[in-house]
């Protein structure tokens, strides 16, 4: 079974440019996260989908950061414009139901540097 | 705001000796608590999961939980050069995925 994809693995930027991730979830999973791990941490839910509908985004801070799930499988998350402390690594996982203690299965992570 | 507070460590201890890793929460709602092992530049990567009073034993890895005491451990007997990590304390409410964790504690096993 393949596991969570994502990509870019690491990318360099400088403050105020925008950047774009993507993740693949296990086939089958209705359920996608996203996380951010900032280094030091543990990592801090950004927003979590049910298929292709928003479950919660408290933590998403809107103004420069969006996500979407089309179709209910692969994912995009985007920073613009991005600052010097949105350096972190994010991960992105998925399981197989939202609801009940379900295992989360988390991809290899897109680390950040923001210069 | 729900938090998940644990020792950050670094932990020590000698090759074979039982390992002890703490985690308090702060949300009495919690119902589900998660151990997570992180090896460094890696992803967190799920060793057990525990959602009633009491202990659960896997294999070398057990985990305990008192709600009451808005407590929860982690044991890891016999523990191996290889069980270096991070390890990461989460927490969820009954209903929805969402976690919480904690900062995690590092752990050193000497060998």
């Known amino acids: 079974e393949a596991g969570v994809a994502q990509s870019p693995r690491y990318k360099i930027i400088e403050k105020r440019q925008s950047v774009a991730f993507w993740c693949n979830p296990i086939?089958?999973?209705?359920?996608l996260y996203w996380y951010q791990q900032i280094l030091g941490q543990g990592p801090k839910l950004l927003i979590q989908f049910q298929n292709n509908g928003v479950v919660d985004d408290s933590q998403l801070p809107k103004d420069r950061f969006s996500a979407e799930r089309l179709k209910g499988v692969d994912s995009t998350l985007k920073i613009q414009p991005a600052k010097l402390e949105d350096s972190a690594v994010y991960l992105c996982?998925?399981?197989?139901?939202?609801?009940?203690?379900?295992?989360?299965?988390f991809g290899p992570g897109t680390r950040l540097t923001v210069l | 705001q729900k938090e998940v507070e644990q020792n950050s460590g670094p932990l020590s201890v000698p090759e074979g000796a039982i390992a002890s890793l703490n985690c308090t929460y702060s949300?009495?709602?919690?119902?589900?608590f998660f151990w997570y092992r992180q090896y460094s530049g890696k992803s967190p990567e799920l060793i057990m999961f525990?959602?009633?009073?009491g202990d659960k034993e896997d294999g070398r890895f057990t985990a305990q939980l008192n709600k009451a005491s808005q407590y929860v451990s982690l044991l890891i007997r016999d523990s191996q050069p290889s069980d270096s990590a991070t390890y990461l304390c989460a927490v969820s409410e009954e209903y929805g995925n969402k976690l919480v964790f904690g900062a995690g504690t590092i752990l050193r096993v000497k060998s």
């Open positions: 086939s089958g999973h209705a359920t």
């Open positions: 949300d009495r709602g919690s119902q589900s």
């Open positions: 996982a998925s399981s197989l139901v939202g609801g009940g203690p379900n295992e989360q299965f």
């Open positions: 525990i959602y009633s009073n």
